[in-house]
């Protein structure tokens, strides 16, 4: 079982940076795929990108790539999301999320079904 807790959303203006953190809980954080999605009013939840078990490759959705980073760090059992040149359109609520990592590595990382935890999610807001 895995717990996740994001962190670190907020209210920023176009073109500001903020960093969201998703802690986990237990201790097999290091075989987990991770990934990011985001959900804005009244659209479906989108994929962002998603990290490997060691952090060495990730993926990212077309629309945020060059802009958006993830990260993880296996010791602290976090994930981050740095965001930079923030666009209105990127408001909403931000979510991570886990699955097994598999000798698929991030193929298939966009689709949400696949996930088995979640976490609650945090709010980010960029004003024009």
């Known amino acids: 079982q895995v717990q996740l807790v994001e962190s670190g959303g907020g209210l920023v203006q176009a073109g500001g940076s903020l960093r969201l953190s998703c802690a986990a809980s237990?201790?097999?954080?290091?075989?987990?795929?991770m990934g990011w999605f985001r959900q804005a009013p009244g659209k479906e939840r989108e994929f962002v990108g998603a990290i490997n078990w060691s952090g060495g490759s990730t993926y990212y959705a077309d629309s945020v790539k060059g802009r958006f980073t993830i990260s993880r760090d296996n010791a602290k059992n976090t994930v981050y999301l740095q965001m930079n040149s923030l666009k209105p359109e990127d408001t909403a609520i931000y979510s991570c999320a886990a699955i097994r990592a598999s000798a698929n590595g991030l193929a298939y990382a966009e689709i949400e079904t696949r996930y088995e935890y979640w976490g609650q999610g945090t709010q980010v807001t960029v004003s024009s």
């Open positions: 237990g201790r097999t954080f290091s075989r987990y795929t």
